[in-house]
């Protein structure tokens, strides 16, 4: 096409151009971000779960391992005063393993998404930017992890090397960054025949200095709108794990609680209703948070 | 005649097509004619524009001579040195010395970056001067291009401003390394009409205050002319004609510059006469004609045309033309 | 409005809402267009000359956009009043718009005849194998080439002249009484563009069809139209012929237009450009939109916006001071 394509806009272009925010400020983005309700909403219960995450040696009423095997008369109690969410078949506070095992989820969600934005970042800007066999080399990779069925990789690692904490955090990293890959490959892509690009490397930049000061700051945003989803889905995953009893028994998990109230779903309904709640509501909020965070970071898109 | 800051020579681009497996024309091998064999001289102190339509393989001649692409083949001699074989730190040095504006405002700049930083790049990336040095050279060159007062926009981010000054902005990076050579792409198609005569007027102070060479780049011939001390019209790849400005405009010599000129809206009496009707299709930059490049658009085009290259030679105080009958067709309007 | 008036637009206003406030993209914009007629929209981003004709097609983007007021009579009957299902009837038959980018306006997976085509059964009750013998009879009068064959291309076989054609036949195949051309050349290099204007000439003299040809282009514009309006900040400040515009502009922003262009008979002086730059739409200037950037400015330009007034002969100006202007300038 004719370079005149760059010419004069019409004064809807203008308009349009204007609703698309570039490079403005995070008290901008804010606002959009604030004005979303149900982003708000998910913001606000994740900050509570991570409060509580935080705070829950303070605030957990009971040691979530004390077992009372003994006293036949504290097991399986239903929710009363002494325990807002019943106890179990163990006799253990319901309520104090649902404070605990957040810190759980949350640390094991937050640390595989950062595990895969890690890898899947950099594997994706440096196929995007060099393009050519290492772009071929890097996608054939991808391809192949996807073509694996990702839960059953996960469940066969874990059988293998043990449900350790650190273990389930690693393999479900490793198992999610390709769509956070192919995210940040096809942004670089774009953005490395940009003007701006080219003009920094007709001054003389070399390919680190274009890759994380030019490119990087522009194309890193859908993989984080990713990566927040993508916390969503490392909760369930590892609360899928401890369901089926692959998860650390050491630790308190949501998943793991599951597990337990297997077989008394009819007869001890808290055991199994609390805990699925949680971890409802906590995937829910990451999904809005994503959610917010694309319609703040794309206004025009949510305009139409 | 001032000596020549640049010399291009037989400059070739070629790129190769890709083929997908399906395709009908899997396995063979085809090239893009981009840049065939061009040469021309950019003289100290002088604009040289390069002329062309859409294909005609000038935006391809400019990136290829700062090497944001790399040649096939020729050599691009710049101040004595051939940049196509210098290794990468050699060239970097030098591209201190040779910078460029790019066309599009909207897309020549980070927008996550402060404009001072933008500027300030070619600066640090050629370790000139300390932090405090280099924000003071930023601030004069903001003041340099009419963006006054600079601390109004140093710390600013480019979506706050309009398109001539983000094109201002633009030229005041290409200034910041000192360079003798600054190549400029389009450098106002992209901008408001009204807004294209301050750039314009800007770039010619500019070229006198800082002593620049421009290698100018555009396809609007108004802007051509008023820039241009000399300038090559581009077809296909090819360089068609060649020579001071003011003896192109007054004279075209080929039929493709007939055109060209007769073809600008609001263009003078002189420049309509003779305006040979084009027949025909574009052809094909993967295979390009046999001969002559234009003959099949052109109208005076006779069987040597169909089978012979013209070669490009002097008619005369530095007036190149490919044609085999210009004289001819000069004689025949 | 005469007899052969086809189009009228009376104080036509189309404002945005946006969240940084209002747009008011056009604000106030009246002209007539007869028959036979080319008239030419000039201005630059901004002007509000493309969403000017936008709103006469009712194809605003609303939200955020909204035509607030104002009529648009087409053969008398205004635009503006009909529900959705009439103006549909209107848009392709009684006015139609041909666009600026052709690629991005034309169905990549569709044969070009097949576009024209739908375009033609969507007013017409014809068979379809009728419908495409019309497509064709459109793209022969766009003067392409052998249109049996072309027909059956897809638009990425064709050049770019000839999208934009087969655009200008898609606008002209049902008989419209106003055809709109929304920068017409602008996607394009200037040996086809040269070829697109004389085509529009030449419809011009061959049909019926009022024209409007929208450019930020003057030149283009004065190869084709005979009558010129001039567009600022969403207010038409100057309506002229093409030639009266060209030998005396006489509203300041014409004249500086006039005066910033390099053109090929002024040789290498220094043009003479307006200053500032093009003004916020949500905040215009008070009074004259173009007043901040006006050499001949006085105070009462920024007390009350000047109205469209007639100047001599068919022309008209939205300046207090022009005929003080033209006095200086001529002496």
């Known amino acids: ?304 | 005649m001032p000596d020549a800051l640049m010399e291009v020579k037989n400059l070739k681009k070629y790129f190769q097509v890709e083929h997908g497996p399906l395709s009908t024309y899997r396995g063979k091998k085809e090239f893009v004619h981009a840049i065939d064999d061009v040469s021309f001289t950019v003289r100290r102190g002088y604009t040289f524009s390069l002329v062309g339509e859409t294909g005609s393989g000038k935006t391809t001649t400019a990136r290829c001579v700062i090497r944001l692409i790399e040649p096939t083949s020729g050599q691009v001699n710049f101040d004595g040195r051939d940049l196509l074989s210098l290794n990468k730190d050699e060239l970097l040095k030098t591209r201190r010395n040779m910078q460029m504006i790019f066309q599009d405002p909207y897309a020549s700049l980070n927008p996550r970056m402060t404009i001072g930083d933008t500027i300030e790049l070619p600066l640090k990336i050629h370790k000139v001067g300390d932090a405090r040095e280099r924000r003071a050279t930023v601030m004069d060159l903001l003041d340099k291009v009419g963006l006054t007062p600079p601390s109004q926009y140093i710390d600013r981010n480019p979506h706050e401003f309009s398109g001539g000054q983000r094109q201002r902005v633009g030229i005041a990076r290409s200034l910041a390394s000192k360079p003798e050579l600054i190549i400029a792409d389009e450098p106002v198609s992209a901008l408001d009409v009204s807004v294209r005569g301050q750039i314009l007027n800007l770039l010619q102070d500019l070229k006198k205050d800082f002593g620049l060479t421009y290698l100018l780049i555009a396809h609007d011939l108004s802007v051509v002319r008023f820039m241009s001390d000399a300038l090559g019209v581009m077809f296909l790849g090819k360089l068609m004609e060649l020579g001071p400005s003011e003896a192109i405009f007054e004279k075209p010599l080929l039929p493709y510059t007939q055109t060209l000129l007769a073809s600008v809206p609001l263009a003078s009496d002189a420049m309509k006469r003779g305006r040979p009707k084009l027949k025909g299709e574009l052809p094909s930059p993967i295979s390009p004609p046999a001969g002559c490049r234009f003959h099949t658009l052109c109208p005076w085009a006779q069987e040597r045309c169909r089978k012979e290259e013209p070669a490009f030679i002097d008619h005369g105080d530095g007036h190149y033309a490919a044609c085999h009958y210009v004289d001819e067709i000069q004689q025949k309007l | 409005m005469t007899e052969d008036t086809v189009l009228s637009v009376r104080d036509l206003k189309t404002y945005f809402y946006t969240r940084k406030g209002v747009v008011k993209a056009v604000d106030g914009v009246s002209f007539d267009l007869h028959k036979k007629e080319a008239l030419g929209i000039v201005g630059e981003s901004g002007s509000g000359k493309s969403m000017t004709c936008f709103s006469i097609m009712r194809l605003v983007p609303d939200p955020p956009g909204r035509i607030v007021g104002g009529e648009v009579l087409l053969n008398g009957q205004d635009l503006l009043r009909l529900s959705s299902r009439e103006i549909r009837k209107v848009r392709g038959r009684g006015i139609s718009m041909s666009f600026q980018d052709p690629m991005t306006y034309l169905n990549p997976v569709m044969r070009v005849g097949d576009q024209i085509a739908e375009a033609i059964l969507l007013h017409n009750n014809v068979s379809k194998a009728r419908a495409f013998e019309m497509a064709v009879e459109a793209m022969r009068l766009t003067e392409i080439n052998n249109p049996e064959k072309r027909a059956h291309d897809y638009p990425h076989q064709l050049s770019g002249g000839m999208r934009q054609r087969i655009l200008i036949s898609m606008a002209l195949a049902c008989d419209p009484d106003v055809m709109i051309a929304d920068e017409p050349t602008t996607a394009l290099d200037v040996v086809v563009q040269k070829e697109i204007l004389n085509l529009l000439r030449d419809l011009r003299n061959e049909l019926l069809t009022g024209m409007i040809i929208v450019s930020h282009d003057l030149g283009v514009v004065a190869e084709v139209c005979e009558k010129v309006a001039v567009m600022y900040a969403g207010s038409i400040v100057e309506i002229a012929t093409t030639q009266e515009l060209f030998e005396n502009p006489l509203h300041p922003y014409t004249i500086g237009l006039m005066e910033s262009i390099p053109r090929p008979d002024r040789g290498k002086q220094r043009l003479l450009t307006i200053q500032g730059a093009v003004p916020d739409l949500i905040n215009p200037p008070s009074g004259c939109k173009f007043h901040p950037r006006c050499p001949y400015a006085v105070t009462e330009c920024r007390i009350g916006l000047p109205g469209l007034e007639k100047a001599e002969g068919d022309r008209y100006v939205r300046c207090i001071k022009y005929a003080e202007i033209q006095k200086t300038r001529r002496s």
């Open chain 1, 1 to 304: 096409m004719s370079s005149d394509n760059l010419q004069i806009e019409s004064s809807a272009q203008t308009i349009r151009r204007s609703l698309k925010h570039q490079g403005e400020s995070f008290a901008e983005f804010w606002r959009r971000f604030r004005k979303n309700r149900a982003a708000v909403l998910g913001l606000s219960i994740v900050i509570a779960f991570s409060s509580i995450a935080i705070l829950a040696p303070v605030i957990s009423p009971y040691n979530p391992f004390d077992i009372h095997i003994q006293d036949f008369t504290q097991v399986y109690l239903p929710p009363d005063n002494l325990h807002p969410m019943g106890t179990d078949q163990l006799g253990r506070d319901v309520l104090s393993r649902i404070i605990w095992g957040a810190r759980v989820s949350l640390m094991v969600g937050l640390a595989a998404a950062a595990i895969s934005a890690a890898v899947g970042m950099t594997l994706g800007a440096v196929a995007g930017y060099y393009s050519g066999r290492i772009d071929n080399a890097i996608m054939r990779f991808v391809d192949m992890f996807l073509t694996i069925p990702t839960f059953f990789l996960i469940l066969t690692i874990v059988a293998i090397f043990g449900g350790s904490l650190r273990n389930v955090m690693l393999v479900i990293g490793l198992t999610i960054w390709p769509s956070t890959a192919r995210l940040m490959r096809a942004e670089f892509l774009s953005f490395r025949e940009k003007e701006f690009v080219q003009a920094a490397r007709s001054i003389g930049a070399g390919d680190r200095h274009i890759m994380f000061r030019e490119i990087a700051p522009n194309a890193i945003f859908p993989a984080i709108v990713n990566g927040s989803l993508q916390v969503g889905s490392a909760i369930l995953t590892e609360s899928a794990l401890s369901f089926l009893g692959l998860g650390d028994p050491n630790n308190v998990s949501w998943g793991f609680m599951l597990n337990d109230a297997l077989g008394s779903f009819l007869r001890a309904w808290w055991l199994s209703v609390f805990p699925g709640i949680m971890i409802t509501l906590v995937v829910v909020a990451f999904n809005l948070i994503g959610d917010g965070l694309n319609d703040a970071l794309n206004p025009f898109l949510k305009e139409r």
